[in-house]
C-alpha cells in the first residue's frame, strides 16, 4: 500500500513516523489507508472464522493486545 521498500520504511521509523504518516508522505489518503486495514481485518477474520477456531469478538482482542504490544515496543 505505502509502495516504499524496506530501507525507506526502516528510515521512516527511525524518523518516529506512524503508518499514517508514512501514508500522508506517500500521497496516500487517510480515507484509503483506513479502507485498506478495514479490509485486511475483515479478510483475516474470515480465514478465521471458516477454520472455526476464533469468533469474531476474539479476533479483534487479539487484534488490540497485538496494537498495544507494538505500541509499548516502540517507545
Known amino acids: 500500500m505505502l509502495n516504499v ?4 520504511f526502516d528510515q521512516y521509523r527511525k524518523e518516529g513516523l506512524s503508518i499514517a504518516e508514512m501514508a ?10 483506513e479502507g485498506y486495514f478495514v479490509s485486511l481485518h475483515y ?17 479483534f482482542d487479539l487484534v488490540y493486545r497485538l496494537k498495544k504490544k507494538v505500541k509499548s515496543r516502540s517507545l
Open 24 to 33: 500522508k508522505k506517500q500521497g496516500v489518503s487517510r480515507r484509503d489507508l
Open 43 to 59: 479478510k483475516e477474520m474470515q480465514k478465521w472464522r471458516t477454520k472455526g477456531i476464533l469468533s469474531e469478538e476474539n479476533y
Open 5 to 8: 521498500n524496506q530501507k525507506e
